[in-house]
Nanobody, 114 residues
Framework: QVLLAESGGGLVQAGGSLRLSCVASGSISSINIMGWYRQAPGKQRELVAVISGSDTSTYGGAVKGRFIVSRGAGKNTVYLQMNSLKPEDTAVYYC????????WGQGTQVTVSS
């Protein structure tokens, strides 16, 4: 079992930046892909960005060019650097890890004011 703990959410003005962090514990040797999804009120959960153990990353279309996903040296930590934030980025952001079944964090709220 993989447990995930997110941090770094909060309130920011449009155009600002935030950095999310997620640390995995438990069966971390089984983890390959880690990353982030988000869910806004009334909408489905959507891909933000994921990164593999070989550092190959995939981004959702809404954030490409603005967000950067990365992993720590120990490979059990994943970060999301969010730049040029927009009000439509407001959502609960969930960390995920595939080992190979997906595990999910509790989520962290990101609110972007206009």
């Amino acid at each position: 079992q993989v447990l995930l703990a997110e941090s770094g959410g909060g309130l920011v003005q449009a155009g600002g930046s935030l950095r999310l962090s997620c640390v995995a514990s438990g069966s971390i040797s089984s983890i390959n892909i880690m990353g982030w999804y988000r869910q806004a009120p009334g909408k489905q959960r959507e891909l933000v960005a994921v990164i593999s153990g070989s550092d190959t990353s995939t981004y959702g279309g809404a954030v490409k060019g603005r967000f950067i996903v990365s992993r720590g040296a120990g490979k059990n930590t994943v970060y999301l650097q969010m730049n040029s934030l927009k009000p439509e980025d407001t959502a609960v952001y969930y960390c995920t890890a595939f080992a190979p079944a997906p595990s999910w964090g509790q989520g962290t709220q990101v609110t972007v004011s206009s």
